[in-house]
């Protein structure tokens, strides 16, 4: 037979594991652990030629963008058609129900209407997407100034949206 004692003693003991439990669980999905949206959905682009850009996202592992979010524009000008998306992976997400959304590393082209060999071209990319513990981000407007290459010159390099982070080593 358990007495009193014993048994306050063990009940006391599980309400202290539960409670490291909640406290863990609690921290692992702390927003503090949060990616700045620009880190979590990092964009970058370069100029293939003086006609076609490419966009890209890198999705940091543990987040995921929404397909039917994603909007592309350039400025000065205008696309010569809507870039097409690759398909997505389908999610039934809690907030907007049955969406294709896209994970790891996005390619897209963008046809320039009339473009300019020589010049700068901003593109734009909205987007919004939402981190696997439950945190969705508002949607973000990225921009980067590409040059775009003269007649039979090589591609542009990658530029990213969000410089990298600076070591205190370097």
């Excluded at 003086?50 to 592309?72: C, E, H, I, N, W």
């Excluded at 009339?114 to 071209?121: L, R």
């Excluded at 007649?151 to 370097?170: D, Y």
């Amino acid at each position: 037979m358990i007495s009193d004692r014993s048994g306050a003693t063990r009940l006391r003991f599980l309400g202290v594991i539960l409670l490291c439990n909640v406290v863990a669980l609690a921290h692992a999905a702390s927003p503090a652990d949060l990616l700045e949206a620009e880190r979590a959905f990092a964009f970058s682009a370069r100029a293939l030629d003086a006609r076609t850009l490419q966009a890209q996202f890198a999705v940091a592992p543990g987040y995921y963008l929404y397909r039917d979010k994603l909007r592309f524009t350039v400025e000065p000008g205008a696309l010569a058609n809507a870039p097409v998306l690759p398909a997505g992976e389908i999610k039934h997400d809690e907030f907007f129900g049955r969406v294709a959304t896209y994970r790891g590393k996005i390619v897209v082209t963008l046809p320039l209407d009339k473009p300019a060999s020589g010049q700068e071209i901003a593109v734009i990319a909205e987007s919004q997407g939402c981190a696997d513990i439950g945190v969705c981000y508002p949607p973000q407007r990225q921009r980067i100034v590409l040059p775009l290459p003269r007649p039979g010159a090589a591609p542009g390099p990658l530029v990213s949206a969000v410089p990298p982070k600076r070591s205190w080593f370097r």
